[in-house]
């Protein structure tokens, strides 16, 4: 299956090489400036998937029983883009019942044979004095600083694992380099648009990835995922991962779609998208729509057992209370060093304030029109949220929590 996978990322590879610098006829031509920047950025793109390729085919010499490691009852933090999703995973990677992909880890070292190498490299330097960890948060400080209001990232950070299908080529962020890219968009729309045969190698690789992660981290802790760029893939996560249980996070469309376009701006600068796909901000608006529907299709029909609802003031004004009410609806017991570590971090949420500005006329969108055709869908979701009023919360250990009238009836909005 891997050295399948390799053969058909390689082929698709190639393609998109060759199409980046000869594109189909009718499409726009590249500028100068892209063609340069496409030419830079490829080699060292190929080289980092090359050595992913080269760790997995080494897992296999070296660590075959990861293959024999199961994935049990992962959580998965979906929702739309830019609506809390990855503050709500940091604040659960605090709690030490669960194991997730850190920022080195989807970057660098996919692979079990990468992660025991640059383990071993972070042993040997901690022994020698610890110059290398030192040089690394000085460039961590001067590289990814400007990015704090947009997206926090740091090595050791809990980071999203939509990351692990770069080597498939798959990975929902490489529309900037790559916009004609028919495999990407259908990532975008996934459980609708994605070929059966192409839907399971994806899903299969994905799975041999977590294997992978817990083969290394331990398999008495639960897999924690965070994407909201696993949206569109909802359904086929559901399906593929049986015991699998989801929070998602919510947010007003005409709030969202801004504060996503402008996240990727510079990136779309720096590769001059917009000079060959001037439709993209237009197929975004259009695939955020999904992202709506698709949530409500796979996840309305759910028990509150399976898949809690939250919205993005409730991670802000009333952390700890909605975290317990997600862990009561889940059936999770909280320790008490997670509740301490929730207080601490629901002082900084409040404390945060972002200085990321956005909105909607600035993308020659019209807020009125995405209030209009998403505003009714995101309203029937919202209402199935968790409250941000926590104060107002029943008393959850007096309810069964699967009797789903009760809770209904309770002035607090429900799991």
């Not at 070296?62 to 709500?88: A, D, M, N, Q, W």
């Not at 399906?239 to 919510?250: G, N, P, Q, T």
Request: proline letters at 6%.
């Amino acid at each position: 299956m891997m050295l399948q996978s390799f053969l058909v990322s390689t082929a698709r590879f190639i393609r998109l090489v060759f199409r980046t610098f000869i594109p189909k006829a009718g499409d726009p031509r590249p500028s100068t400036r892209r063609l340069m920047v496409m030419a830079g950025f490829i080699p060292l793109f190929a080289l980092a998937q090359g050595i992913h390729w080269l760790g997995f085919l080494l897992d296999e010499i070296l660590f075959p029983g990861y293959r024999k490691i199961p994935v049990r009852e992962p959580l998965f933090v979906l929702g739309v883009p830019r609506s809390g999703t990855t503050h709500l995973h940091r604040v659960l990677a605090e709690d030490a019942r669960y194991t997730t992909f850190s920022t080195w880890e989807c970057l660098f070292a996919l692979s079990i044979t990468a992660r025991r190498f640059w383990l071993g490299v972070g042993w040997l330097d901690a022994r020698v004095g610890g110059f290398g960890k030192r040089l690394l948060d000085w460039l961590e400080k001067h590289l990814f600083g400007g990015l704090e209001d947009v997206h926090s990232m740091r090595l050791s950070d809990p980071e999203e694992d939509y990351f692990v299908f770069m080597p498939m080529l798959a990975c929902f962020i490489l529309i900037l380099p790559f916009p004609n890219s028919d495999l990407l968009w259908r990532m975008g729309t996934f459980d609708r648009d994605m070929p059966t045969r192409e839907r399971e190698r994806l899903l299969d690789f994905y799975r041999s990835c977590l294997k992978r992660h817990l083969y290394v981290h331990g398999t008495e802790r639960t897999f924690l995922s965070k994407n909201a760029a696993f949206a569109p893939l909802a359904g086929a996560l559901a399906e593929h991962f049986e015991d699998a249980r989801f929070i998602v996070c919510l947010r007003e469309p005409e709030r969202t779609l801004p504060s996503q376009l402008s996240s990727i701006a510079s990136g779309a600068t720096l590769f001059g998208t917009h000079s060959v796909a001037p439709w993209l901000n237009d197929r975004l608006t259009e695939q955020l729509g999904f992202y709506y529907r698709n949530l409500e299709r796979v996840f309305s029909p759910m028990p509150e057992s399976r898949c809690v609802w939250v919205n993005m003031q409730s991670l802000k004004g009333t952390l700890p209370s909605t975290i317990e009410r997600i862990y009561a609806c889940m059936g999770f017991e909280m320790t008490t060093a997670y509740r301490t570590s929730l207080q601490r971090q629901a002082t900084q949420a409040k404390r945060y304030r972002s200085t990321h500005s956005y909105s909607l006329e600035a993308f020659g969108l019209s807020p009125a029109r995405i209030a209009e055709e998403l505003g009714p869908l995101y309203a029937s979701l919202a209402a199935r949220a968790v409250s941000n009023r926590g104060d107002d919360m029943p008393n959850l250990d007096a309810q069964p929590h699967t009797d789903t009238r009760s809770l209904a009836e309770e002035p607090a909005p429900t799991c």
